[in-house]
C-alpha cells in the first residue's frame, strides 16, 4: 500500500496532542508526515499564548523530533499530498491552500457540528443547560465550520461544570477519537457527510454574544447566576465575569 502523504498546521498543547498522535502512524510507516506548519514568525506577536521570546510547543517538538517546519503556508502548494490536518489552528485557509491535498484538510473543532459553530460553543451549551456536548472533524470550506462531517462524537455534559472544562472534555474526546480517524483515512473509508443531513439545527455563535452577559447581577436566582458564572469561567477566551459593588468591578475567579 502506498504512504499517503499528510501535512498538520497546528498550534499550542492540544496541537501538539493531535501531532503525536499523527507521528506515532507516521514512525509505524501507515502515513507519511511531509511538514508542519505552525507559528511563523510574521504572526508570533499575535499569539497570546507565548510569552515574548518562546516558542510553540508544536514549534519545539517538530524541531526535536527532526520534523520539517514549513515557513509559510504557500510552501505546501505543488507538493503530493493526500490531505491536510488542522488542530488548534487559528487562521483561515485560503482555497488555494485547502484544495492542495487530494481529500482537502480536515479540521478538528472541539464541539458539536452544527449546533454550535463558531467560538465560544461550551459556554452556550451551558447557558442553554444542554446535556450532551462532543466534538467533530470536518472537511474544510470556504465558510466557517460548515464543512461536510468526517466524524462525529458526543457525550454527556456533566451538572455543575464550567466552560473551561467543559472544552478540555471536547479536546479529549477529539483525542481518543483521531486513531479511528487516521484509520479510515488510510483504509480510505473516509465518508463526509453534509452538515444539514443530520436533521440537526445550523447555528452560529460569537463571542461577542457573551460580553453583554458578563456582568452579573446578585439579584439574580442563585440557579440562573451560577449557570452564568460556569458558562463564562472560560479563561484565555472570554474575559472573566464579574460584579459590580458601589461603582466598583470584581471579577468572579474559581478557586484552584
Known amino acids: 500500500m502506498e504512504l499517503k502523504n499528510i501535512v498538520f498546521f497546528g498550534t499550542r498543547s492540544t496541537g501538539l496532542d493531535f501531532l503525536k498522535v499523527l507521528y506515532d502512524f507516521h514512525n509505524e510507516k501507515q502515513l507519511h508526515l511531509v511538514g508542519v506548519y505552525t507559528v511563523s514568525d510574521r504572526w508570533r506577536t499575535k499569539c497570546w499564548w507565548l510569552s515574548h521570546g518562546e516558542t510553540d510547543p508544536v514549534e519545539r517538538f517538530c524541531a526535536n523530533s527532526g520534523i520539517r517546519i514549513f515557513e509559510e503556508m504557500k510552501e505546501i502548494i505543488g507538493l503530493k499530498l493526500y490531505a491536510g490536518i488542522t488542530v488548534s489552528f487559528p487562521r483561515v485557509l485560503s482555497r488555494d491552500?485547502?484544495?492542495?491535498?487530494?481529500?482537502?484538510?480536515?479540521?478538528?473543532?472541539?464541539?458539536?457540528?452544527?449546533?454550535?459553530?463558531g467560538q465560544c460553543s461550551p459556554s452556550f451549551a451551558i447557558m442553554e443547560d444542554n446535556e450532551y456536548f462532543g466534538c467533530t472533524f470536518i472537511k474544510v470550506d470556504e465558510s466557517l465550520d460548515t464543512g461536510p462531517i468526517y466524524l462525529r462524537k458526543t457525550f454527556a455534559a456533566p451538572k455543575g461544570i464550567d466552560a473551561y472544562t467543559l472544552d478540555r472534555m471536547a479536546y479529549e474526546e477529539g483525542l481518543k477519537a483521531f486513531p479511528e480517524l487516521l484509520e479510515q483515512l488510510i483504509d480510505d473509508q473516509l465518508k463526509a457527510i453534509p452538515q444539514s443531513s443530520l436533521g440537526k439545527p445550523e447555528r452560529y455563535f460569537s463571542r461577542k454574544q457573551l460580553y453583554p452577559l458578563l456582568e452579573c447581577d446578585l439579584g439574580m436566582s442563585k440557579v440562573e447566576?451560577?449557570?452564568?458564572?460556569?458558562?463564562?469561567?472560560?479563561?484565555r477566551v472570554l474575559p472573566a465575569p464579574y460584579i459590580m459593588i458601589k461603582g466598583k468591578k470584581f471579577n468572579i475567579i474559581p478557586s484552584e
Open 225 to 235: 447566576l451560577e449557570k452564568r458564572i460556569l458558562a463564562l469561567t472560560f479563561p
Open 97 to 117: 491552500i485547502f484544495c492542495v491535498p487530494i481529500l482537502g484538510f480536515i479540521n478538528f473543532d472541539a464541539a458539536p457540528l452544527p449546533e454550535y459553530r
